[in-house]
């Protein structure tokens, strides 16, 4: 799957569960990249994001390589995974949605 699509699937994912968090590493080029997705939203922790939301959040060169299905919203003090890592696609097919 396109790291596009499979970005606007989790966000879908995120907006029927309120209570879930993704978060995506990657690289884009050699410089490590991380995304949230909260509540259908999504922002890079490591580079900057267009303020347009029909723009992707995934700079060109994006490569997406694990991710996590965390409790929401995020705590601080401490996280709790619920998958992962595992690949992003595979996020997709989880029961705990």
Do not use: Y
Not at 27 to 34: G, I, K
Not at 44 to 55: G, L, N, V, Y
Request: glycine share 6%; charged share 25%.
């Amino acid at each position: 799957m396109e790291s596009t699509a499979l970005v606007q699937e989790l966000e879908e994912r995120t907006r029927l569960s309120p209570d879930r968090v993704v978060r995506l590493h990657g690289f884009v080029l050699d410089e490590p990249f991380e995304l949230l997705i909260f509540r259908g939203f999504s922002s890079s922790t490591t580079h900057p994001t267009a303020f347009d939301p029909d723009a992707s959040v995934l700079p060109d060169g994006t490569r997406l390589d694990w991710a996590e299905l965390l409790q929401g919203p995020l705590d601080p003090s401490g996280e709790t995974r619920l998958v992962g890592p595992v690949n992003p696609e595979d996020l997709l097919a989880q029961a705990i949605w």
